[in-house]
Every structure is written in structure tokens, then in C-alpha cells.
């Protein structure tokens, strides 16, 4: 049974993470590591502390995975669970897989956020969680997926380089036009048809985190293919258009 849960980095995702525990978990206890916030032994806490969990989230930045798993190694305890929630999954589950050969742990990518979160009003039913590799027991990782299962959550399993495949042409897409939107300076009006709103939708909740942005090109092999890709076919379009124009 699951009694402490220590969640390292409490970026913008590290937050929403403490939220849903907070929220789907009240009776377990919560202690958070983040270098920003002075140590008070009821909600922050030291590393080792933290670490020193049943089970440890780890919601720093993917370009930080590296530093964030050797900080922990002295301290994770032989039944500790560690929980890899990046965006990418090739890359870090290498980390894990150099790093924790001997420890159990989880990869997965939850396919939602805060502000995925807050446009469904709270309601988690349908949000994917991608597992991409483990070293848990059977037994034990289905206990965890029957949870989540129970919550409304759905469970989708694939390898770690089919799901950086699948994102480099979705989330990864969904980001980079989010950019150029901002970018170019589109936003909404009030004469938004359906469809706009919903674009706009999928900006809104994506635009604002360009530190993702660029450690998810840096670090997923197939972004920058899919971002040539839909430049090149941008070109396509636009010298259709400026051919045909009178």
C-alpha cells in the first residue's frame, strides 16, 4: 500500500502532478523537492526525504533527466517505485535503463495537462497515459493500471520509439503551430467559427510552454523531420495559392 509519495521538480507539470495525487490520493502523505522553494518539512522537502518514498515522480525538465536520476541514486530505497512522466520516452527511458538497472520504476507520458485538465472542467475520463517500459512485477503494475483504470484514465502500451514516432507528428506538431501562431500573432475574434475555437484550443493550451517545446525537438530523434516535413509542405501550399491568385 502506497503511504508517501515524493514528486521532484515542481515546474508547471510537477504542480499539476500534485494536484491529481493530492486530489485522487488524500490519505497518502506528499513531499515535494524543488529548488525554488525553502524547505519547510510540511509540504518541501530535502531530496533525500523526498526520495526516500514509496513511490518518487520525477517532473523536471528533460534536459535536467540526466543530473535529476544521478541526484537520487544514494537515496532511492530498494522497494521504491520511480516514475519517469517525460514527454519524451527514448531518452529517458535509456537514462532509467543506465541509471536504475537494479531499482523498479515506470515510464509512461501522461497525454494531458493543466490546461487540458481545466478546459474538461476537472473530468479525467478519457485522458491516455502511455506506458512505454517498466521493471515493476506483473502483479503489481496491474494493480497500478486497474487503479487508473477506475479513475476513467486509459492505459495505452507501446514502445518508447513508437511513441516518440507517434508524438513528433502530434503533440510535437500541436506545439510547433502553437508557436507560429503566437508567433505570427493569431488569436481569437469574436466571429470564431467551431473549428477556429478548437484550434485555437489546442494553441492556447500548448503556446506558452516553449521550454517543452525546445527540450522536445532536442531530445525526440523524429521532431526535426516532422518539422521540415511541414514547413516543406507549407511551401507546397503557399506556392499553389500564389500561383493561382489573379
Given at each position: 500500500?502506497?503511504?508517501?509519495?515524493?514528486?521532484?521538480?515542481?515546474?508547471?507539470?510537477?504542480?499539476?502532478?500534485?494536484?491529481?495525487?493530492?486530489?485522487?490520493?488524500?490519505?497518502?502523505?506528499?513531499?515535494?523537492?524543488?529548488?525554488?522553494?525553502?524547505?519547510?518539512?510540511?509540504?518541501?522537502?530535502?531530496l533525500a526525504?523526498?526520495?526516500?518514498?514509496?513511490?518518487?515522480?520525477?517532473?523536471?525538465?528533460?534536459?535536467?533527466?540526466?543530473?535529476?536520476?544521478?541526484?537520487?541514486?544514494?537515496?532511492?530505497?530498494?522497494?521504491?517505485?520511480?516514475?519517469?512522466?517525460?514527454?519524451?520516452?527514448?531518452?529517458?527511458?535509456?537514462?532509467?535503463?543506465?541509471?536504475?538497472?537494479?531499482?523498479?520504476?515506470?515510464?509512461?507520458?501522461?497525454?494531458?495537462?493543466?490546461?487540458?485538465?481545466?478546459?474538461?472542467?476537472?473530468?479525467?475520463?478519457?485522458?491516455?497515459?502511455?506506458?512505454?517500459?517498466?521493471?515493476?512485477?506483473?502483479?503489481?503494475?496491474?494493480?497500478?493500471?486497474?487503479?487508473?483504470?477506475?479513475?476513467?484514465?486509459?492505459?495505452?502500451?507501446?514502445?518508447?520509439?513508437?511513441?516518440?514516432?507517434?508524438?513528433?507528428?502530434?503533440?510535437?506538431?500541436?506545439?510547433?503551430?502553437?508557436?507560429?501562431?503566437?508567433?505570427?500573432?493569431?488569436?481569437?475574434?469574436?466571429?470564431?467559427?467551431?473549428?477556429?475555437q478548437s484550434?485555437?484550443?489546442?494553441?492556447?493550451?500548448?503556446?506558452?510552454?516553449?521550454?517543452?517545446f525546445m527540450?522536445?525537438?532536442?531530445?525526440?530523434?523524429?521532431?526535426?523531420?516532422?518539422?521540415?516535413?511541414?514547413?516543406?509542405?507549407?511551401?507546397?501550399?503557399?506556392?499553389?495559392?500564389?500561383?493561382?491568385?489573379?
Open positions: 500500500m502506497i503511504k508517501t509519495v515524493g514528486i521532484v521538480g515542481h515546474g508547471h507539470f510537477g504542480q499539476f502532478v500534485e494536484l491529481l495525487v493530492r486530489r485522487f490520493l488524500p490519505e497518502v502523505e506528499v513531499r515535494i523537492f524543488s529548488k525554488r522553494a525553502e524547505i519547510d518539512e510540511e509540504r518541501f522537502f530535502s526525504k523526498t526520495a526516500t518514498t514509496d513511490v518518487v515522480i520525477l517532473c523536471g525538465s528533460i534536459a535536467g533527466y540526466e543530473e535529476q536520476l544521478k541526484s537520487l541514486l544514494s537515496y532511492i530505497e530498494k522497494e521504491t517505485v520511480v516514475v519517469d512522466v517525460a514527454t519524451v520516452k527514448t531518452h529517458t527511458g535509456d537514462l532509467f535503463k543506465k541509471y536504475l538497472s537494479d531499482k523498479r520504476w515506470l515510464s509512461c507520458h501522461p497525454m494531458f495537462g493543466a490546461e487540458s485538465y481545466k478546459k474538461q472542467n476537472e473530468d479525467v475520463s478519457g485522458f491516455r497515459i502511455v506506458v512505454t517500459d517498466k521493471t515493476i512485477g506483473e502483479e503489481e503494475y496491474e494493480a497500478v493500471r486497474n487503479f487508473m483504470s477506475g479513475l476513467s484514465f486509459v492505459f495505452i502500451e507501446m514502445s518508447a520509439e513508437e511513441h516518440d514516432k507517434l508524438l513528433a507528428d502530434t503533440l510535437f506538431m500541436t506545439h510547433y503551430i502553437g508557436q507560429v501562431m503566437s508567433t505570427a500573432g493569431f488569436g481569437r475574434t469574436n466571429m470564431d467559427t467551431v473549428s477556429f484550434l485555437m484550443n489546442a494553441v492556447e493550451s500548448v503556446a506558452q510552454d516553449g521550454k517543452l527540450d522536445v525537438y532536442n531530445f525526440n530523434p523524429y521532431c526535426e523531420a516532422a518539422a521540415v516535413r511541414f514547413h516543406d509542405a507549407q511551401e507546397v501550399v503557399l506556392k499553389g495559392l500564389l500561383r493561382k491568385k489573379v
